[in-house]
């Protein structure tokens, strides 16, 4: 259909029309005549589709509303009369992306289809919810999804309990968390930003139905809306949908939504705050440094992308010149990120410089540091090959528009839109880049970035200092004052209002694990199994020999980007040597070379290349939890024009690293350490499920060596005692380096088009010319089972609690009707009552083919109460009785979360794991036929497998030190890692 500029389509007028070449899309901007919302279609060849509807939402306070509502919009609505919309689209649907996510200044929700019915249903449901939820008549959703009392009946004591409320209790236990909201307070007072919009714990309390219900009436309206379409579909049937369905029956209206602006600074002002650390901990250089500033508005494309290219060189990179003199200063152990502390797009660009590890006493030692450096970069010039290394990697990103790898480009352009249009900015802005990039990339040489930060940094008087210090007993005092403020309020209450608080929780649960009617079930959308596909993708994978290396190659179209990977066996590594593959992997392309230094030769690489990472992977094989292939991987990507440069800067690495340097050395190893910190306070299920499968699981075994706890703990004991043994930990690395890098067992991966991958084969020996050849022993690691119920302490307020087995052991094999069982296992046993009953954020299981199985609760307040719930699973699943339409449902869902669309390298990398565990298109071809035939009885089947793993106990929880103590009988290990 051809659009008319002005022409109303539908109740929406389009406002203009652009081919928008960046993102290979024609755009249309739309507005809603009647009801003021304003709508942007993106138009392309991805059948990825993408809708979501945003909110401009600012609150006034720091009790979590916006959070709390952006939870409770989802929990039924006007036509939608499921307890749970959401909950049952997520375990019943194709979605390729269903979610909703809270930022400091809006509140969004997208979800994705590559189905066309799928895609419409997704979108009534999400419109529907957001426009008119339950919450105004079903006053218990509040209580559910944000905070409620409970009375514990043992102990005759109140707490708070409630989603929202257990995960920013989890989430305020990161220091990264704290500071990045003082950040926002310091530098933005007395606007919306000086609130937590995600909720403070000791606020959220204060939330009342009153204000929850006025805050949606105020901000949730179609004037005050962003809609956005993404994809191949059909614009007009979408157009017609929203007005006839939704948008006709509002009229504009007024919203006072705006952020205000906050008037510049004569000079720097200076906030501190307190985290806490337990009283055994040392309180010596844990203090945060951060000097902030605020400039232009992120509707500006040009300063936004000048910005992202300065911050990369500036403080993501390792070559930084600002992170060189602060680490050189002896201020901080390591330089944090936006991205390391969750930070979101705000009205004025931000750029925070923040030292981790540091003494607060040589604040302003960080300063004169920090500001004579930018000086010094004004005066003489930065060096313009870290600035194009800088461009060169800000482009890559921009072009891939795909940061986790996801193949949802759909989403990621709906952020960049976001960053402009939420600001009254033309919502193309950040989409429209290469030309702002072209100009940039011409102004390199005429002083363009020292003109940027002389204005916006040097000269700017719009900036903060925040200090954040640890403080020991700081949660143990809050957590007292809390208990007392809760016992206080019980002691209030009348015998006749307690009765009344027990009725109400007691009918809540209820309503929680109530089955909903079939007619509620009724008025869900429903797609018909015949939507799912029953064949499965086959990825191209061509397998040769060249030089007696075994190359896989992929030819996928991947817009001229090659992904190269090379798999070294690990098994050449002795068992003692083995957490060196974890440090390993952390400092190469961290070092010099005998051609280069390391500042140098990070400058190289991402001035030539899209990116030369190190990992390691563990591939287990099907059904076998003992038979693994470490792997260390050398990962990288380039543009076809510099593939040759790539491979010799690969071979650089891994041919002529020099470790002499041991300053660096112990550089890295305190940057790795508080990195690792943050992935244990944030990820503590999965430190807490690699414990529980270390002890089942050969390959698991190995894999908590080189990445979990005890990689942390080896990396702590490096750190510590560095200083005298510096010597010796390089000489374990030197060995592991010179062993690991052989072309014995080397498996080489190529993703590209035709030409490309061929172009790397014929040029492979510039990647493989000087290691080793000569035949390697190899090792096995004695696995040593032993069963422990373990809890680990950290900082952390709430739990991650897990309990696994491993049915391969138990006899079981591998099937696709697994994937039916967990999916009815997490939504309709887990989800309420770990969840909604229970208050953690969320409620998983998860599985491997090798048969590890495990069941973890994130943001968790409970600790054994959880564990009774895994250990009552099989009785659930020994009753289960679903219709052959809930079945059906379960079956599209598990498809979905199954095959989900990837992105050519991840393609690639699947393959490559399927080669390596030897597992066949006829096995995945099995397994999908497996899951679209599972029906109750073998759900059912599965009851005695669940109670028999259960009933192994082997059990890891990582959380509060309090909780862990109150229930220490149940533990045979303890030990502290934070």
Not at 118 to 128: A, I, S
Request: a negative charge; hydrophobic letters at 35%.
């Amino acid at each position: 259909m051809q659009f008319q500029i002005n022409e109303i389509y539908y109740g929406f007028k389009l406002l203009k029309e652009e081919k928008v070449e960046e993102a290979q899309s024609m755009a249309r901007i739309f507005e809603h005549v009647k009801s003021g919302a304003r709508l942007l279609h993106l138009e392309n060849e991805d059948d990825n589709k993408l809708f979501s509807i945003s909110f401009r939402t600012t609150p006034t306070d720091s009790t979590g509303v916006a959070h709390i509502l952006e939870h409770s919009v989802l929990c039924g609505s006007r036509k939608f009369k499921a307890k749970d919309p959401f909950g049952d689209m997520a375990k019943s649907s194709l979605h390729t992306f269903l979610n909703a996510m809270t930022f400091t200044d809006k509140t969004m929700y997208p979800v994705g289809s590559r189905n066309n019915k799928d895609f419409m249903n997704l979108m009534d449901v999400y419109l529907d919810a957001v426009l008119h939820p339950r919450i105004y008549e079903n006053h218990e959703i509040l209580r559910q999804e944000g905070w409620r009392y409970e009375l514990d009946e043992n102990t005759n004591k109140l707490a708070y309990k409630g989603v929202v409320y257990s995960e920013m209790q989890g989430a305020m236990s990161s220091p990264e968390e704290v500071i990045c909201s003082d950040i926002y307070r310091s530098l933005f007072p007395n606007t919306t930003y000086a609130f937590v919009s995600g909720g403070d714990p000791e606020v959220i309390p204060n939330l009342t139905q009153e204000d929850f219900e006025k805050f949606h009436s105020k901000f949730y309206h179609p004037s005050n809306s962003y809609i956005y379409l993404y994809g191949n579909q059909d614009l007009e049937a979408c157009l017609k949908f929203i007005n006839d369905e939704y948008l006709y029956e509002f009229d504009r209206i007024e919203i006072p939504s705006h952020i205000d602006d906050v008037k510049n600074f004569e000079g720097m002002i200076e906030r501190t705050a307190n985290y806490s650390i337990s009283e055994d901990e040392d309180e010596e250089n844990k203090a945060f440094l951060a000097l902030n500033f605020a400039f232009e508005e992120t509707r500006n494309g040009e300063a936004y992308l000048a910005t992202k290219i300065l911050y990369n060189m500036l403080i993501e990179s390792s070559a930084s010149p600002i992170k060189a003199a602060l680490l050189k200063a002896g201020i901080g152990e390591c330089i944090i990120t936006r991205d390391d502390m969750n930070m979101d797009p705000t009205k004025e660009i931000l750029f925070p410089i923040v030292a981790k590890n540091a003494d607060a006493t040589k604040k302003s030692e960080f300063i004169n540091v920090i500001m004579n450096t930018l000086k010094d970069l004004v005066d003489k010039g930065l060096d313009k090959d870290q600035l194009k290394a800088a461009i060169n990697t800000v482009e890559f990103d921009l072009r891939e528009a795909d940061p986790w790898r996801t193949a949802n480009k759909g989403i990621e352009y709906n952020d960049w839109v976001l960053n402009s249009w939420i600001y009254d900015g033309d919502p193309l802005v950040h989409l429209k880049y290469e030309d702002i990039l072209n100009k940039i990339k011409t102004a390199l040489d005429n002083g363009y970035f020292e003109k940027f930060i002389e204005k916006n940094m040097v000269k700017n008087s719009h900036c903060s200092l925040v200090v954040l210090t640890p403080k020991k007993g700081l949660e143990d005092a809050r957590n007292k004052a809390l208990e007392k403020k809760l016992e206080n309020y019980r002691s209030s209450l009348s015998e006749k209002e307690i009765k009344e608080l027990m009725e109400r929780n007691r009918k809540l649960k209820e309503a929680q694990v109530r089955v909903d009617t079939q007619e509620e079930k009724d008025t869900l959308p429903k797609l018909p199994i015949e939507e799912v596909d029953k064949k499965v993708e086959k990825i191209p994978q061509e397998v040769v020999k060249e030089q007696g290396i075994t190359i896989l190659k992929h030819h996928i179209p991947t817009n001229k980007i090659v992904y190269i990977n090379l798999l070294f066996d690990a098994k050449v590594i002795e068992e003692k040597y083995i957490p060196y593959l974890g440090l390993l992997k952390d400092v190469l392309g961290e070092l010099d070379t005998e051609k280069r230094g390391y500042s140098q030769l990070i400058t190289e690489i991402y001035k030539t290349t899209g990116g030369i990472t190190f990992e390691n992977q563990v591939y287990t094989e099907k059904n076998n939890s003992q038979a693994y292939h470490p792997k260390f991987i050398v990962k990288s990507k380039v543009i076809a024009e510099n593939i040759s440069s790539l491979l010799e800067l690969v071979n650089e690495i891994i041919t002529t690293t020099k470790f002499d340097d041991l300053s660096r050395l112990k550089q890295i190893i305190q940057e790795t350490k508080s990195k690792l910190q943050m992935k244990i306070i944030n990820s503590g299920h999965e430190v807490a499920m690699n414990r529980v499968f270390a002890q089942t699981s050969c390959g698991r075994g190995y894999w908590e060596k080189i990445s979990g706890a005890t990689y942390y703990e080896f990396i702590c004991n490096l750190e510590k005692s560095f200083d005298k043994s510096g010597k010796e930990v390089r000489s374990n690395l030197i060995k592991v380096y010179e062993t690991i890098f052989n072309k014995n067992n080397l498996i080489i991966s190529v993703v590209g088009e035709e030409k490309e991958v061929e172009t790397v084969v014929t040029n492979i020996n510039k990647v493989i010319c000087n290691i080793k050849t000569e035949p390697t022993k190899l090792y096995n690691l004695e696995h040593k089972s032993k069963k422990n119920i373990e809890a680990i302490i950290t900082a952390s307020n709430v739990q991650y609690v897990v309990k696994g087995f491993n049915f391969a052991d138990l006899g079981y094999e591998y099937s696709g009707k697994m994937r039916v069982l967990l999916n009815i296992l997490d939504n309709e046993y887990l989800y309420p009552r770990v969840r909604l009953q229970g208050g953690a954020y969320g409620c998983y299981s998860d599985m491997n083919k090798d048969g590890n199985l495990a069941i973890f609760s994130y943001r968790d307040p409970n600790l054994t109460r959880t564990i009774d719930v895994y250990n009552q699973a099989y009785k659930f699943l020994e009753e289960v009785d679903f219709t052959k339409e809930d079945m059906e449902k379960f079956i599209i869902g598990s498809v979905g979360q199954l095959y989900k669309p990837l992105t050519p390298d991840r393609k690639g990398e699947k393959a490559v794991a399927d080669y390596i565990c030897n597992v066949t298109q006829e096995d995945i071809q099995r397994w999908r036929d497996e899951l679209l035939s599972t029906a109750n009885e073998d759900i059912r089947s599965y009851a005695s497998m669940i109670k028999i793993g259960m009933n192994e106990n082997y059990c890891c929880i990582v959380g509060n030190e309090g909780k862990i103590k109150e229930n220490k009988t149940i533990f045979n290990k303890t030990s502290k890692l934070l």
